[in-house]
């Protein structure tokens, strides 16, 4: 089955303490992205990669990190979270170009404390 | 900046009625219109793509429209169910440089579906 997956798809943790937020796709997508969602704000960008090795902001890319050495896994990293990170996460992929649509993972629900 | 819009942000409306959920955006020089669901606990499906050079696309009960020079397409959802119920958002991928696949989103409608 085609799909996008997260993980952890819930988490709690407190300020300062590392995590990583596994992304994980199977379509063999170029494309793949980091958003948060945030009641009124809507899904925010925070990074997007290309293909292997090719990263770039988005929107909101504070706080964040990511890498992309393989084309199916793209990890976001928050080095040391703060309360104001509390979201929900969406990863999504795609492929390269206009005509595509994109498919998004079932999100992860972050509580920094 | 690209910017859009939903109305209304919540829709409540008896089953098998017909509605129409709005969006709107600033700036006309998008790639592509998606239109997603969002249920709770779950993430985005896509329901429909329409390129900027397409008017609408169909898919069952559902029909997107898309009007670039006025900043605004339509879902249509024809004999509503309750199974209907959910969020639905709006997102244009905008044209410019190398990020096509950009996404900007709408805050979304919650749709309540009476039985």
């Known amino acids: 089955e085609a799909q996008v997956t997260q993980n952890p798809r819930y988490l709690i943790t407190v300020t300062g303490k590392k995590l990583t937020v596994t992304c994980s796709q199977n379509?063999?997508?170029?494309?793949m992205s980091w958003y948060r969602q945030d009641p009124g704000l809507g899904l925010r960008q925070i990074y997007y990669?290309?293909?292997?090795?090719?990263?770039d902001k988005g929107d909101v890319p504070e706080g964040y990190k990511v890498s992309r050495k393989e084309k199916r896994n793209f990890p976001l990293i928050l080095e040391s979270p703060s309360p104001n990170q509390t979201s929900l996460y969406f990863c999504?992929?795609?492929?390269?170009?206009?005509?595509?649509?994109?498919?998004f993972g079932p999100g992860t629900r972050l509580t920094v404390l | 900046k690209q910017e859009v819009t939903q109305i209304p942000a919540a829709l409540s409306v008896p089953e098998g009625e017909n509605l129409v959920l709005n969006c709107s955006f600033t700036?006309?020089?998008?790639?592509?219109l998606q239109w997603f669901r969002q249920d709770p606990g779950k993430g985005l499906t896509s329901l429909l793509l329409?390129?900027?050079?397409?008017r609408e696309q169909t898919s069952g009960r559902l029909n997107a429209s898309l009007d670039k020079s006025s900043g605004r397409s339509t879902l249509y959802i024809a004999a509503s169910q309750p199974g209907d119920s959910a969020t639905y958002l709006c997102?244009?991928?905008?044209?410019?440089?190398?990020?096509?696949?950009?996404?900007?989103f709408g805050t979304g409608t919650l749709l309540a579906v009476q039985p």
């Open positions: 700036d006309s020089a998008i790639y592509n």
């Open positions: 999504a992929s795609g492929r390269l170009g206009t005509v595509y649509e994109q498919f």
């Open positions: 379509m063999n997508h170029e494309y």
């Open positions: 329409i390129q900027s050079s397409q």
């Open positions: 997102a244009v991928s905008l044209n410019y440089g190398g990020a096509t696949n950009k996404l900007i």
């Open positions: 990669s290309m293909n292997v090795e090719v990263t």
